[in-house]
């Protein structure tokens, strides 16, 4: 365990200082869409709907964790692919749950400042209902987890082209035709039954139940359906890894 936390501290300093000129880049971006989503999708919204003002303000959020985790993640990792820095460093003797775990810090902090954003100007802009339970911290981890360990086994196996556009479709889905700043019933009933399934409802209703828990109800199904997708992305990716060696 003291060799995997040396190991493990390392890395995290290793891959910090790769992108420390990228890194503030990568946050401003991030903020600047989160507050996108607030400012410019709040001007359609009737501000006296205020089911509609709750999922906007809780959704922009649950978009900052989830376009850092399955857009900027394989971006990064397919460009670390194609300049060989990763294959470099799975040649070290390190272990690579190591490497992974490091990797997964480095994107859940620079999703942070867009996510601390969008709560602050949705509270401004809506004044609407935010009031974060206990759940908050270990929901936004999961959901950052989640998307992140998803973003990551789609780079590590889909060639660097195949990946990025991967990524770019899934910010579309994830902004344009998921129930994340709007409810489900809006949706065709085939749409909403595959939203079931899929992890991004569940992350914006883990999301919403975490920081407005008067306006939105319990979710089922929703931490059982991360945590398994979140397991699975965790373990692909360290298998692909693995046979990488």
């Known amino acids: 365990m003291t060799a995997f936390l040396r190991a493990y501290g390392l890395l995290l300093r290793w891959q910090t200082g790769r992108l420390v000129t990228l890194i503030p880049l990568l946050v401003v971006v991030q903020a600047l869409l989160s507050s996108g989503v607030i400012l410019g999708l709040g001007m359609l919204l009737n501000s006296q709907d205020r089911q509609a003002v709750g999922y906007l303000a809780t959704g922009a959020p649950t978009v900052a964790l989830i376009t850092v985790g399955l857009v ?3 971006l990064q990792v397919s460009d670390a692919k194609a300049e060989g820095s990763i294959e ?3 040649a070290m003797p390190v272990p690579r749950l ?5 990797d997964l810090t480095l994107w859940l902090l620079v999703s ?9 100007l949705a509270k401004l802009r809506f004044d609407s209902p935010l009031e974060p339970s ?3 911290l270990p929901t936004i981890l999961l959901v950052a987890l989640t998307a992140t360990s998803i973003g990551y086994a789609l780079a590590v196996s889909l060639s660097p082209v195949l990946a990025q556009l991967a990524a770019q479709a899934l910010v579309f889905v994830v902004l344009m035709f998921s129930p994340i700043n709007y409810p489900s019933s ?6 909403a039954a595959v939203h079931q399934v899929l992890p991004f409802q569940a992350m914006g209703d ?3 139940y975490a920081i407005a828990p008067l306006a939105f109800p319990a979710p089922s199904h929703t931490y059982p359906l991360l945590v398994l997708y979140c397991l699975v992305g965790l373990i692909f990716t360290q ?3 693995n046979r990488s060696h």
């Open 88 to 90: 470099f460093l799975w």
């Open 112 to 120: 942070l400042p867009g996510l601390a954003l969008s709560l602050i």
């Open 239 to 241: 298998r692909v890894m």
């Open 98 to 102: 190591a490497y992974l775990f490091a």
């Open 72 to 74: 900027v993640v394989p």
């Open 206 to 208: 883990a999301v919403r």
């Open 186 to 191: 809006r949706l065709p009933h085939w749409a």
């Open 134 to 136: 206990l759940m908050a």
